[in-house]
């Protein structure tokens, strides 16, 4: 029962750790050029490179949390 409470109380912490990330980048990149934002995205995934960033730093926090 431990283990359960403890993987949730860390789940909701990576998440808010994620809210506040993604919450950090959106506003400096909101008072940043906005030609940023309207040019065609870039890669494969069809993400621009500022989504790519915001998904690479949440993935790297999401796994440091890990351990």
């Given amino acids: 029962m431990s283990?359960?409470?403890?993987i949730k109380s860390t789940s909701s912490t990576v998440k808010k750790?994620?809210?506040?990330?993604?919450?950090?980048?959106?506003?400096?990149?909101?008072?940043?050029?906005p030609t940023k934002t309207t040019k065609a995205p870039s890669g494969k995934d069809g993400l621009t490179t500022e989504e790519r960033k915001i998904r690479n730093e949440a993935r790297a926090s999401y796994y440091s949390t890990l351990g």
């Fill in 3 to 6: 283990d359960v409470s403890s």
């Fill in 17 to 33: 750790h994620l809210i506040s990330v993604f919450n950090r980048t959106l506003s400096s990149s909101s008072t940043s050029t």
